[in-house]
């Protein structure tokens, strides 16, 4: 079983729940297990959110570029997710945040986001996009099925 989509999305907050849903949809269809689909809706949330906040650059004519996209692979056991932006990409290599750094500022609303989408899923690449540039956060996660899951991988 092998289930992908693509989407093109406006770098606004309301984006956000309508890939999460989107996803959640898609898995709970296959019968995936409800704790893996929140686990991966939550750090596709985060990968968004990034996104629409950092993932604009100034264009030629003075404008920001209005977009990224989000690609989600269910395939065999797997669920792959890539979310990449047209803006200015990470300037640093993103170190691996410990624990503290999660713990550090308990009441901040941002600078979270990369931790949680590593504590969720099994895999992640966080990068730059070669040649035209932008940021792409890549993850991805094992699989467990519903008993009575339509789309279970064989």
Request: net charge negative.
């Amino acid at each position: 079983m092998s289930i992908w989509w693509s989407l093109h999305l406006r770098r606004e907050a309301a984006s956000v729940p309508l890939a999460r849903r989107l996803l959640l949809g898609t898995m709970e269809t296959a019968g995936v297990d409800p704790d893996i689909s929140y686990d991966l809706s939550v750090a596709l949330s985060e990968a968004c959110a990034n996104a629409v906040e950092h993932g604009g650059r100034t264009t030629a004519h003075g404008g920001c570029s209005e977009a990224y996209r989000v690609t989600a692979y269910l395939d065999g056991e797997r669920c792959r997710i890539e979310v990449a932006d047209s803006g200015p990409g990470f300037t640093v290599e993103c170190p691996a945040p410990t624990h503290a750094h999660a713990d550090a500022d308990a009441d901040a609303e941002a600078g979270r986001g990369l931790y949680l989408i590593r504590e969720l899923a099994d895999h992640v690449h966080i990068g730059n996009k070669p040649g035209l540039g932008g940021a792409v956060v890549s993850f991805d996660k094992v699989l467990k099925w519903r008993a009575d899951a339509p789309l279970m991988a064989v």
